[in-house]
Structures are given as structure tokens and as C-alpha cells.
């Protein structure tokens, strides 16, 4: 009755979220890279534009997008809730917590309500051994109300992956290598030690049971434990080589994993390329990163344009449609577009058209505009002269 179970635990995903800084870290920027730059709207219809720019101030939707972008990125998918009045208005948003929302769907895929847990379970796991009763264990939400937004969804699955779910066990290799490096500079067994008891030479043969307390007491060496023994006891550092080129591979390569995992770059954390790459690969993988984040783009304001625009305009009389322009181009866009011109400008013979490319090319620029038709301008009185 619930709906369809979530395809991994997502306490875990939001838990390394919370408390893993470096997964964090690139869920943040790429939430970042998505709306940072804001965006801002535009329709042919000045009135309708000008309904849902107030729309988006009033109910603080830049913000409540990024929650909602954040929640398909940790969990099964984001879940956007429309406050509607009862005469149709959508007069709020909220940003609901995925971990406790369930899609129930027909035998041919369709949804037939989006489910609320509102029980106390802590995981899946817990709810499935006990029924559940409507209204008391679950509520119901309206379908029309609901705005999903899912990452790495595969085939007729009900939910997404997000993106730290597909990199669970690059994280738990990184964590485990990070745990035993330090557990054992903890332990001071960067040489561990060998230690005989006893001599042959002088007939000291010692206890089983001696021997045996020796290494108990050796389990908790730390670094502010000194030892005294007595002449039958011969301590000797066995020779492991560095600790730090043990463990530094190991933690280089989950580390490129996860960059890859989550298709951040690392120049993008400040940290310097993964071993390999060249400068001209590095700026090729940032290029990637661009094109990814255009991708996520365009899914978010095809939803948003269809299922939310959409829905504040007709509330309001209007069946016009307001599209989505996000924020200016960065810098790795502009160089994109002005290559793309100069490579036109080279095959271009019509002056007027040239004219607006080499305009086109002055805005990226940042440089006034006019300055292109007062250079066409001089040149015309060249030839005169």
C-alpha cells in the first residue's frame, strides 16, 4: 500500500553528506554550478512574465530549487510540493524530505499516488516487517502537486540512483585506507615490532603464558607508552618502509574515482589535475563539466516551464509560455562562442552579417558594442580617402 521500495537506504547517502566534508563538498558545487548564476525568464507575453518573475520573489524559488536539486542528488529523487488554494493558485513550495516519500504506480507504470511515511521507521528495512495503515502510518499526496526532479534513473525503474549511491564503494575504500593509516600511526606500529623472549645462549626459556600477556599488552601501544624489560627480552623494529607511499597510491586513486564518479574536475576543488592529465586534457574535462551541467539544465527547466510555470500562469488566465535563461556564460562558454565565431567570420563575405558576429563577439567581451560600428565607420572613410 506504501508503493514501491527505494532501491538503497538513504540515511546512509544523507549521512555522508552530513558528515563526509569532501562528498559535501562536490554535491555542493555541483548544486552550485546549476543555479549560481541564477537565471532569469522571458515569454513573448510581457504580462505573463512579469507573473511569474513576481512568482519566483514571493515564494523564494531559487532557493527552495537549490533543496530540491540537492535532494536528487543524496536520494532516490527530489520532491518539490506545490501549496495550492482553493481556487487553483499554486500560492507556495516546499522541498519534502525524499527519504519518507514512495511512489504507488499500476501495473502499466502510472502513478497512482505519491506516499508519505510519517511513522517512525529509521530505514526500509524496518517498515516491511510490520503492515502499515493508511492515514495512520502514511498519507497520501496529490499526484498533480508533486514535482519530481531524479538522477541516473535506469529504464522503467520508479526512482533514480542520485550520485552518491553509484560511488559507495569507491567511499568506503577511501575511508577504510584513511582508518587504518591512521589507526596505525595511532598505534605507533609504523616499524612494527619483534620481540624475542628468552635465550637460547643462557638456558632462558620463557612461559607460554609470558609470551602471550607480552603481545596482549602490545595490542594497546600507543605513543605515550614506554617500556621497561628486563635482559631476557630483546625488542627489534621490523623495517615495513614508508608508511606514506603505502597508503598515498591507494588514496590518489579512489580519490580520481570519485572525481570521475561525481564528473568534477579538479581544478574545480582547487586541487591539482589527476596524474596524467595535461593541461590541454584538463581543460577538455572542464569543458565536459560544462556540458554535464547544461544537461541537468535542461532536464530542471523542462520540468519547471511544463509543471510549474505552466500551472502559475493558467491559474492566472494565461496560456503562455515563460522559458527558463540561465545565468550568463562562464568563462570556458565565452571562449567556446567566440572561437565558434571567428571560425564562421572566416567564411562569412556578407558585411552585415559580420558586422553582428564581430558585435556578438565585443559583448562576450565585455566591450561596448558601438565600438564595432565606429571601427566599420573609419575604415568606410579610409577607403573614401
Known amino acids: 500500500e506504501l508503493g514501491e521500495i527505494h532501491p538503497f537506504d538513504s540515511s546512509i547517502t544523507e549521512g555522508l553528506y552530513k558528515k563526509f566534508g569532501f562528498v559535501n563538498a562536490l554535491i555542493e558545487k555541483k548544486v552550485d554550478h546549476i543555479w549560481g548564476r541564477g537565471f532569469h ?121 542520485g550520485l552518491i549511491y553509484p560511488n559507495l564503494d569507491v567511499i568506503d575504500s577511501f575511508l577504510g585506507m584513511r582508518k587504518d593509516l591512521h589507526t596505525i600511526m595511532r598505534r605507533k606500529a609504523g616499524s612494527p615490532y619483534w620481540i624475542k623472549m628468552g635465550s637460547l645462549e643462557q638456558n632462558i626459556f620463557t612461559e607460554a603464558g609470558a609470551v602471550t600477556d607480552f603481545a596482549n599488552r602490545l595490542t594497546y601501544l600507543q605513543a605515550k607508552t614506554e617500556w621497561v624489560t628486563g635482559p631476557d627480552v630483546d625488542i627489534k623494529t621490523v623495517d615495513v618502509g614508508a608508511i606514506s607511499q603505502k597508503f ?78 540561465w545565468g550568463e556564460p562562464n568563462d570556458n562558454e565565452k571562449r567556446l562562442m567566440i572561437q565558434q565565431y571567428q571560425t564562421l567570420l572566416g567564411s562569412i563575405t556578407n558585411p552585415a552579417l559580420r558586422r553582428e558576429f564581430e558585435k556578438q563577439i565585443a559583448i562576450l567581451l565585455d566591450i561596448d558594442e558601438n565600438v564595432v560600428d565606429e571601427g566599420e565607420q573609419e575604415r568606410e572613410n579610409e577607403e573614401e580617402r
Open 41 to 161: 525568464v522571458k515569454s513573448d507575453n510581457e504580462n505573463a512574465q512579469a507573473i511569474i518573475e513576481q512568482w519566483i520573489i514571493d515564494v523564494d524559488f531559487i532557493s527552495k530549487g537549490k533543496q530540491w536539486t540537492r535532494e536528487a542528488f543524496v536520494k532516490p529523487f527530489g520532491v518539490m510540493e506545490l501549496g495550492m488554494t482553493n481556487n487553483g493558485e499554486v500560492r507556495n513550495v516546499k522541498v519534502l524530505d525524499a527519504k519518507n516519500i514512495y511512489k504507488h504506480r499500476d501495473d502499466k507504470g502510472n502513478i497512482k499516488s505519491y506516499n508519505q511515511l510519517i511513522k517512525g521507521f529509521k530505514t526500509d528495512r524496518d517498515f516491511q516487517k510490520e503492515p502499515l495503515t493508511k492515514g495512520k502510518d502514511f498519507i497520501s499526496l496529490e499526484p498533480k502537486n508533486i514535482i519530481e526532479f531524479s538522477i541516473n534513473k535506469i529504464g522503467d525503474d520508479a526512482y533514480g540512483l
Open 248 to 325: 598515498s597510491f591507494p588514496l590518489e586513486n579512489d580519490l580520481d574515482m570519485l572525481f570521475y564518479g561525481f564528473q568534477t574536475p579538479k581544478g574545480e576543488m582547487g586541487a591539482a589535475a589527476p596524474t596524467g592529465l595535461g593541461s590541454q586534457a584538463s581543460k577538455e574535462w572542464s569543458t565536459e563539466l560544462d556540458i554535464h551541467i547544461s544537461s541537468l539544465q535542461e532536464e530542471i527547466e523542462k520540468i519547471i516551464e511544463e509543471q510549474i510555470f505552466r500551472r502559475v500562469l493558467l491559474s492566472n488566465g494565461f496560456e503562455d509560455h515563460v522559458e527558463i535563461i
